[in-house]
């Protein structure tokens, strides 16, 4: 089993970026699939979440109405589109697999990480 995160980078304030989760080793079909973030200092935090029964979404505070998480099952992939991105966005995004499929605690795998910085 494993993740693959990329897509992150540098960008302006209000900017935009597109990160992906491609899984290998596992159909993805079958379960839920979260994005992670954590900035230096503070604990991990969940960004985002999808879950593979009935494509529910789950949204932190923080990132709501800013980014979209969605999934290509053809692909293997799930993406994290990010708009109008903040300096607080600013940390290593992971991608992680739940055992079931619905999002909850408890993801068995992870990602290697993407950066993401936001600054001008």
């Known amino acids: 089993v494993q993740l693959q995160a990329s897509g992150g980078g540098l960008v302006q304030p209000g900017g935009s970026l597109r990160l992906s989760c491609a899984a290998s080793?596992?159909?993805?079909?079958?379960?839920?699939i979260g994005w992670f973030r954590q900035a230096p200092g503070p604990a991990r935090e969940g960004a985002s979440c999808?879950?593979?029964?009935?494509?529910?979404?789950y949204y932190a505070d923080s990132v709501k109405g800013r980014f979209t998480i969605s999934r290509d099952n053809a692909k293997n992939t799930v993406y994290l589109q990010m708009n109008n991105l903040k300096p607080e966005d600013t940390a290593v995004y992971y991608c992680?697999?739940?055992?079931?499929?619905?999002?909850?605690?408890?993801?068995?795998?992870w990602g290697q990480g993407t950066q993401v910085t936001v600054s001008s």
């Open positions: 080793g596992f159909t993805l079909d079958y379960y839920a």
């Open positions: 999808i879950s593979s029964s009935d494509g529910s979404t």
């Open positions: 992680a697999k739940h055992p079931g499929s619905r999002c909850g605690s408890g993801f068995d795998y």
